[in-house]
DNA sequence: AAACAAATTCCGCAAGGCGAAACGAGTGTT
DNA sequence: AACACTCGTTTCGCCTTGCGGAATTTGTTT
């Protein structure tokens, strides 16, 4: 009676959706239930179902008009992003490099989750003494020098939305005073780059900048991250204008595509 | 009990498992399967099921090492897929209305399917006597001129595997000897341009040039159709060139893009 | 080696998915 | 205008099969 009884825990409902979802991807075009339904072999009820749920889920689109599904937002979102933070790790790998080189000190790369910014990958200096994050790990905006570096590009209305989240006490020397975050935002966007000093990890320090894709929006950030006793001011804003720099040929290439 | 009781058609397990799906996306990272059951208040079983339902479709990908999942080749498979019909529909469009308004005749824009073409847009000239497509529609390769001028350009190893399915007969002009249509392949190669007359449908002709990628893959193919009454042979041939050139101008744009 | 954590397997229960059939809306045909 | 047809939607009762607690295995850390 199993269609498909490789694996003992493959979901039947999951994998019978899934299929329509690529029958109605495959199609390039907006297609009708009847049609999904005959090609697959799947009754109407199921397949109607099915096609109500991927809907439901934002992965298909039904066009009203026509009765017709084809690929939904949700899944050309998905697509999106993770096309972008491949496009960003690639280009960004060797200049993380010569970074970690020229510094001797960790590199990080992160994108913009909810609130958070999620570290996507990361260069590691040859230390005893070295920083914290790992690739996956999520930190808050306001409390590193990554999420301060892409709320300061960020737009207007999204940086507001962002802030009214509820801001967690890292350590003692956390930002949470509205005023004083939107102070230090507007100074990382004159100057380009943005620090953080025990804020987020006691003991260690952070100096971040922005990438910005074609249309100026922060995508990612990049910074270098140091215990700091090792990183003075006066290196970290060298560091800082390097990092510009660097962030700026990143930009620029991921500019380089007229946007979709 | 219901978590969603919204639409009484929603299929509860297909609907937990693409916001497995999704939470992994998003994660832009390779994530655990008890981090996915946390997240999402999953019983980790349910969860397991569908991380490997979600795994054995294609959707998510299993890294045995480290025993955590990522987006998988068949989600990126379909946005790459679906990216490219939209770019090359967008930037033909433009382009094909031009070429109506010139020849006053329907012109067709068609993406390569499973051993078919299958129409993805088409501006029809407003005469009484116009042609038959319609977007969704697919035809066979060996018997259009949107499918021969793709074949032409394929690969030697994929044009092969193409003309070793079953060819069908569409009209007594259809083309079936295999030597006879990669003569006519090799033909179009050198011209750039297919021809096909009455070998699809009665009465009906059809003038077509593919489309290239970056790589010079055939993406798409651009075509003018018309009754045969009233497109002789020294018209087509005129019509060939022009389609050339436009086609041209539009690969050259979808090749501004260097390759991922 | 023990202790822990995470992934896999097992199993009995009943939730809920399935699909035949009926219904209704829309379209085209005579 | 009535009819026939197709397609999408809804209902309903059967019983498959998905569910999740618990046990087991695997592999990682102290």
Chains 1, 2 share one sequence.
Do not use: W
């Not at 009884?5 to 999951?14: L, R």
């Not at 026509?66 to 937002?73: A, K, M, Q, V």
């Not at 690639?90 to 010569?98: K, N, V």
């Not at 003494?129 to 590009?153: C, E, V, Y």
Request: with cysteine; charged share 25%.
């Amino acid at each position: 009676m199993a269609k498909k009884p490789d694996n003992p825990y493959v979901v039947q409902p999951v994998m019978k959706a899934l299929k329509v979802l690529e029958l109605v991807a495959r199609h390039s075009h907006e297609i009708a239930l009847t049609a999904v339904s005959k090609e697959l072999k799947i009754p109407k009820t199921t397949t109607f179902r099915y096609l109500q749920t991927l809907t439901a889920a934002g992965f298909l689109d039904h066009n009203r008009a026509t009765d017709r599904y084809n690929l939904g937002p949700q899944l050309r979102s998905i697509a999106r992003a993770d096309a972008s933070v491949s496009k960003v790790r690639e280009l960004a790998r060797p200049a993380m490099i010569g970074l970690m080189q020229e510094f001797n000190e960790t590199v990080n790369l992160a994108v913009k989750g909810n609130g958070t910014i999620v570290y996507i990958d990361l260069v590691e200096a040859n230390r005893s003494l070295r920083m914290q994050a790992r690739i996956g790990d999520s930190h808050p905006m306001h409390s590193t020098a990554l999420g301060k570096a892409i709320l300061a590009f960020l737009p207007d209305a999204e940086r507001q939305h962002q802030l009214d989240l509820p801001l967690t006490e890292r350590t003692g020397r956390t930002l949470l005073e509205r005023e004083e975050i939107e102070r230090q935002l507007r100074q990382v966007a004159r100057s380009g780059y943005a620090t953080e000093m025990g804020e987020n990890e006691d003991g260690a320090m952070c100096v971040g900048v922005p990438i910005l894709d074609a249309d100026g929006y922060p995508v990612a950030a990049l910074s270098i991250s140091a215990p700091l006793m090792r990183m003075p001011h006066s290196l970290a804003a060298k560091a800082g204008v390097r990092l510009r720099e660097v962030a700026a040929g990143i930009s620029a290439t991921l500019g380089s595509h007229p946007p979709g």
